[in-house]
């Protein structure tokens, strides 16, 4: 077992946290599922089930890459303690800043997210002719195959803490992202109009990069 400091461990799942409140948050992860019940008529407690279905095959393939990505880190850690700590930050620093300048030149154009189920897929004439269980089936291939990037990176941070560190990051990351989803489905159902989806589905990335500088300048002082 690695040796580390409580300190330490609680930036990784403060990061963890932030980042999957802002990635469960993100319109084209819940909003064409919201579309999808209302087309195909699905009763509440299908529509969950269904979400939370999605959302599993969208973390399961995140934390698989995940952990090999955070063993990798853990195993250089022992012996290249400069690529773990100072690389590996400087890594984030630099995904955020990629995140920036993607947001500054979508400026107003469409929102594409690495990892969207497109709207435009989803439209009631087109969805009535698809049984039920092939619908979940193309949603689950769909989220299965678009891991999530900025987790991704966040997990070499995280194995510089060894094991607990990877285990903690995929327990919060599982946890967040399906009851988020769960939440924002559950609230679209109802009709709850005054979510404010369009400042997210426009500054998704301004906010992801800012808080991966954040989160690389702390990681900088994790040991």
């Given at each position: 077992m690695k040796g580390y400091d409580m300190t330490g461990l609680s930036q990784i799942i403060l990061g963890a946290f932030l980042l999957s409140i802002v990635h469960a948050s993100i319109p084209n992860h819940w909003i064409p599922l919201v579309a999808l019940s209302k087309s195909e008529k699905w009763n509440e407690k299908s529509t969950m089930g269904i979400t939370a279905i999605a959302g599993l095959s969208h973390t399961l393939s995140t934390i698989i890459i995940g952990i090999i990505i955070g063993f990798l880190g853990y195993k250089l850690s022992d012996s290249y303690s400069f690529i773990v700590g100072v690389i590996a930050p400087s890594l984030l620093i630099l995904l955020g800043i990629i995140y920036l300048i993607l947001s500054f030149r979508e400026n107003k154009h469409y929102h594409h997210h690495s990892h969207e189920i497109h709207i435009d897929d989803v439209n009631p004439e087109g969805t009535r002719k698809k049984t039920t269980a092939a619908i979940i089936l193309t949603l689950v291939i769909s989220m299965f195959f678009s891991p999530c990037l900025e987790i991704e990176a966040y997990y070499f941070v995280a194995g510089k803490l060894g094991w607990e560190g990877i285990i903690s990051?995929?327990?919060?990351?599982?946890?967040?992202?399906?009851?988020?989803?769960?939440?924002?489905?559950w609230l679209g159902m109802k009709g709850v109009r005054k979510i404010?989806?369009?400042?997210?589905?426009?500054?998704?990335?301004?906010?992801?990069?800012?808080?991966?500088?954040?989160l690389g300048i702390t990681g900088y002082f994790i040991r």
């Open positions: 990051v995929s327990i919060i990351y599982t946890v967040i992202t399906i009851a988020g989803m769960l939440l924002l489905v404010k989806s369009h400042f997210l589905e426009h500054h998704e990335k301004t906010i992801t990069g800012v808080l991966l500088i954040v």
